[in-house]
């Protein structure tokens, strides 16, 4: 039996109205015991709304409302703390337009009950991605071979979303050191969990490409993974990466 009871996801969003009610029963309803922690940066359409008519439901069901949206990876930060605080011993990423299917959650969790950090990855197995443009496809796999050449990191989907940190991995992050706020915090967080000698594993899903909503990906992405990936790598050489 997994611990679906000492398990936390959470789900950032942002103008999400298509997306929030749906992922928020079908994650309920495959996993009553489990519980969702919203990080709502301040959507002008309405989502925190239906985020608080569903609490009346699901006791289980939190938010946190933020004024603007603030970026991912304070999100994320916001999360974990919140976590930390509450005693969860597995805490998922996770986006909330269903490219990650929830039906795999139990991938990750049974992973996670030998791992520190578990990576629901794209790209072992094949390249296991639907629905994306083809340029789209080339340039995240191009990246992921260059982030893995620059800092030797056995991972094969450096910036992937869905993951799960065991409670020991969270806390041997220091929070305040985080330096990356995009796309690239994936990766960061990745980085320092395996150099601090932690346990990485990933495991291989099906990511679909959003079928609802606006995609969040902005054209910087590219140029700001480049100089990240340099900057982590330089951390780690001169020792303050952690």
């Known amino acids: 039996m997994l611990p679906y009871n000492k398990t936390l996801i959470i789900i950032p969003t942002y103008n999400e109205i298509d997306n929030i009610e749906r992922m928020i029963t079908t994650v309920f309803g495959l996993y009553p015991e489990i519980s969702l922690l919203i990080i709502e940066d301040g959507s002008p359409d309405g989502t925190a709304e239906v985020v608080k008519k569903l609490q009346a439901t699901y006791s289980n069901l939190n938010m946190i409302e933020r004024k603007g949206k603030l970026g991912l990876g304070t999100a994320y ?13 597995f805490v998922f990423e996770m986006d909330c337009d269903f490219s990650h299917d929830p039906n795999q959650i139990p991938d990750l969790l049974e992973a996670a009950q030998t791992n520190d950090l578990v990576i ?26 260059y982030t893995r050449f620059i ?9 992937g979303g869905f993951k799960c ?78």
Do not use: C
């Open 165 to 242: 940190f065991t409670r020991k991995a969270l806390t041997s992050l220091n929070l305040d050191r985080i330096i990356s706020n995009g796309y690239i915090f994936q990766l960061e967080l990745n980085y320092k969990i395996w150099a601090m000698g932690l346990n990485v594993k990933e495991v291989p899903i099906i990511f679909y490409e959003r079928r609802d909503g606006q995609s969040k990906m902005g054209g910087g992405i590219i140029t700001e993974a480049v100089f990240a990936v340099l900057k982590l790598r330089v951390l780690r050489i001169f020792g303050k990466l952690i």
């Open 77 to 89: 930060i916001t999360g974990f703390r919140w976590a930390i605080e509450k005693g969860y011993d």
């Open 151 to 159: 800092t030797n990191i056995p991972v094969h989907d450096t910036t």
């Open 120 to 145: 629901g990855s794209r790209y072992i197995d094949g390249i296991r991605i639907i629905n994306w443009p083809f340029r789209r496809l080339l340039l995240s796999y191009l990246a992921s071979i």
